[in-house]
């Protein structure tokens, strides 16, 4: 028994292992991304867990579910997608590791994500040096795309975003005087305070101060303190949605009671459920809305229900147009060759989606108006669509 069990060992255990290693390379490698046959990989990467989870998962739900429509109408190019997820768990760093995985490792032809600009500028580098091509479906700070020719986005960028909400302050909220508050480790939040007070200064208003914090700050009083003595009008926190569920409840504990507003990254179910009752009155930006009367969003609204039991955000509904903005440019360039893909992303005309028209111009960003939205009676209300 012995001596067979050591022959086995010797002579079959090697071919197994060798096997073994071809199974797996068969299944697991890329494929057949090259030859114009087989699978085409397409990466995205999302904070799927982690503090932005909402973020994440959402816009992975619009993705996957525009994949997986585009592959049950036949593909492209006669070619299934097959889309292959990395989660970057909200942690500075991983965004970086988990592209580099889904380009080296899986093949993926084309990058779709992320969400937080701060993320999207950590694998933009990587992508443009890999001559592959990123799509980011909601990243709005104008840097991402200045990273390279190889990477594109479906959504506007902050010098609109902050000039439409430096417009609502002084027109619909009539503010003359307002605060800040702003995330130091956010270069979204950096980005879009800056254009939010050039335009500001441009509509005739003053800006008071500007208080700061650090992303995953749970403390804010020292700040909302500072800026309740110079008393503003209304306060813009330019930031994410766990902090400024937290820095508005802070604030009316303080007795502050001026309408606070932000842009697209307070959207989250998490902004009600952290800021309950001292959000009422609040105002902020974002991409698209829900109760739109057009008919291919309603369609995407029911498709998106029917499959996960909840109304699409703005981050899903950018995620499903990411998706298929990139077959759209497969199919107009032919082939899923990555160089050939860009060029056509580049000359992306027209193409209409749930969040409106994607035109590319030329410095690879969309022109899409902006929706503000309010909190009333514990929703999200639609306030007013802003074209730019
Ligand atoms: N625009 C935000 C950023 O660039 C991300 C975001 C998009 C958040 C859409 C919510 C909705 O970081």
Known sequence: MTNLFRGFQRNVAPLCLILMGLLLAVGCGPSATTDGTGLIVVGEFASLTGKEANFGQSSHKGTELAVDEINAAGGVL???????????????????????????????????GEVASGRSLEAAPICQTNKIPMISPSS???????VGDYIFRVCFIDPFQGTVMARFARTTLKASKVALLTDVAAPYSMGLADFFKQGFAAAGGTILSEQKFSSGDKDFKAQLTALKSENPEAIFVP???????????????????????????????????????????????THYTSESSIPAVKNFVKKFQDRYKEVPDAMAALGYDSAYVLADAMK?????????????????????????????????????????????????????????
């Open 140 to 146: 709005t700070n104008p840097k991402v795309t200045q």
């Open 78 to 112: 006669g070619r299934k997608l097959l889309l292959k997820t990395e989660d970057n768990q909200s942690k500075p760093g991983e965004s970086a590791t988990v592209v580099r995985k889904l380009i080296n490792r899986d093949g993926a032809v084309a990058i779709l």
């Open 239 to 285: 930031c994410y949605y766990n902090e400024a569920a937290l820095i508005v409840r802070q604030a009316r504990e303080l007795g502050i009671t001026v309408p606070f507003f932000g842009g697209d990254g307070w959207e989250a179910p998490e902004l009600l459920s952290i800021g309950g009752k001292a959000l009422e009155g609040c105002f902020y930006s």
């Open 332 to 388: 107009r360039a032919g082939s899923a060759d990555p160089t050939k893909v860009r060029e056509a992303l580049a000359a992306t005309k027209d193409f209409d989606g749930v969040t409106g028209k994607t035109i590319m111009d030329k410095d690879r960003n969309a022109t899409k108006p902006a929706v503000i939205l309010a909190i009333k009676n514990g929703k999200f209300e639609y306030v007013e669509t802003i074209s730019p």
